[in-house]
């Protein structure tokens, strides 16, 4: 897990396998773009290479003043309920950071005295897309739910050592809560 350098202001992690400048988008998208460019392989012979490309995201993890966990069940169009955290795309000019306190506000009506950056990286080298991982600290209910039209979500408390149960147990597949640690989580609460 990559722990970002500059929580205030995280850098844009970069990419284990950029799109070259000479690359270009031969399909456009909702959610992925397509780009392709021409590689010289290793026996000067050219390939045709490619990457997506999407928005980036933000997950939080809302811890209520009681030390109490926020996980949502969600439903989708399409896909059967599944468990999650909070967290959806960065729209056009936003920080990580508000998007983090956006989305919370959006699915689970709850907003945090804090956000603390856990972790922010590129999961894929096929993908170019950044999502950063934030702790909320503090959460308060402050409203209702304000959902888009194909989301149906339902917010839930669970304690510290439940929410890492249903992480262990797969119940909640989100890509890098997996490799997440009591003991780092506690440390973020705590201020460390």
């Known amino acids: 897990m990559r722990i970002a350098v500059n929580p205030t202001n995280p850098e844009r992690p970069k990419s284990l396998h ?20 021409q590689q010289t392989m290793f ?22 003043e009681d030390g109490k966990i926020i996980v949502t069940v969600e439903e989708q169009p399409g896909r059967e309920k599944f468990l999650s955290i909070p967290g959806g795309r960065i729209d056009a000019g936003e920080t990580p950071k508000d998007a983090a306190a956006r989305e919370l506000r959006e699915e689970t009506g709850y907003v945090a005295q804090e956000f603390k950056l856990l972790v ?3 999961p894929s080298s096929k993908i170019d897309w950044a999502v950063y991982i934030y702790v909320g600290v503090g959460c ?3 409203g209702e ?31 890098t809560l997996h490799r997440l640690t009591p003991t780092q989580l ?5 201020g460390k």
């Open 145 to 175: 739910l304000e959902l888009d039209a194909g989301e149906r979500i339902t917010p839930r408390l669970v304690t510290f050592d439940d929410f890492f149960a249903l992480i262990k147990e797969g119940k909640i597949r989100e890509w």
């Open 120 to 122: 922010a990286e590129q």
């Open 18 to 37: 950029p799109i070259p400048s000479h690359a270009t988008c031969v399909f456009k998208g909702i959610l992925f773009d397509v780009y392709q460019w």
């Open 186 to 190: 506690r440390a973020k609460l705590n």
């Open 140 to 142: 308060r209910k402050a």
């Open 43 to 64: 026996d000067g012979t050219e390939q045709t290479f490619e990457k997506l490309k999407r928005a980036d995201s933000v997950g939080i993890i809302p811890a209520t």
